[in-house]
């Protein structure tokens, strides 16, 4: 089945440590999008790929960069983690003209310790 | 900027009777799209339902119904004869297309819990 795969589905990292989570995506979707998921509050967006171009969110901290090698892997790095980005990161995928909405991956639980 | 607002952090619904969950939304925009998805706990995001702007008639799917409301920004979405797999967080999203790239805005949700 066509689908939107995050690796790792937990990881924990060290308070400074360089860490990058993985998205691939079946579908062929030109966006890709990642989102930031604290408990109890709305996803935030990051940033988004439209094919090769980046679209970096005004807010969203130098700390996080986000790299597309090809149209199926989107890769999130977070240079030097801290307590506050320990969240659940979604990845999301979709079509040009689209109207159905994000195809999204299960997730990535970040724990910074 | 658009926002959209999910006033009750948490329902619940007796198995087999019908629950409403609230949004609202602000936006200058005319023209856009809203949408319902559905977060099983340690599962993925999955659409539920989506609505244009530009409808009057309100969506339905299955038991999944929305109301609404373009003038008071308002889209409610109405789970009828609740089952256990329903319980899941719920987000309300509105797309925006502000700045030339499409993106969703979510609520902050709400947690469906289903009584058996």
């Known amino acids: 089945d066509a689908m939107v795969i995050q690796n790792p589905r937990y990881q924990v990292t060290q308070f400074g440590k360089p860490v990058t989570l993985s998205c691939s995506q079946t579908l062929n979707h030109n966006v890709m999008y990642w989102y930031q998921q604290k408990s109890s509050q709305a996803p935030k967006l990051l940033f988004h790929y439209y094919d090769k171009d980046f679209n970096n969110e005004a807010d969203t901290p130098d700390n996080f960069q986000s790299r597309r090698p090809n149209t199926s892997f989107c890769f999130l790095d977070i240079r030097s983690p801290g307590l506050g980005d320990a969240a659940m990161y979604l990845c999301a995928t979709s079509s040009e003209g689209w109207v159905d909405g994000y195809t999204f991956g299960s997730g990535t639980r970040l724990t910074v310790v | 900027a658009q926002t959209v607002t999910q006033s009750q952090p948490e329902m619940s619904v007796q198995e087999a009777e019908t629950v409403t969950l609230s949004c609202t939304y602000d936006?200058?925009?005319?023209?856009?799209?809203l949408f319902w998805y559905k977060q099983p706990p340690s599962r993925q995001m999955i659409l539920v339902i989506r609505q244009e702007a530009y409808k009057q008639q309100n969506a339905t799917e299955n038991r999944f119904s929305v109301n609404f409301q373009k003038a008071a920004k308002s889209f409610s979405l109405k789970i009828s004869d609740s089952q256990l797999g329903d319980a899941a967080m719920y987000f309300c999203?509105?797309?925006?297309?502000?700045?030339?790239?499409?993106?969703?805005?979510f609520g902050k949700g709400t947690k469906l819990t289903v009584n058996p």
């Open positions: 999203a509105y797309r925006s297309t502000q700045g030339g790239s499409e993106k969703l805005v």
């Open positions: 936006t200058s925009e005319s023209d856009y799209y």
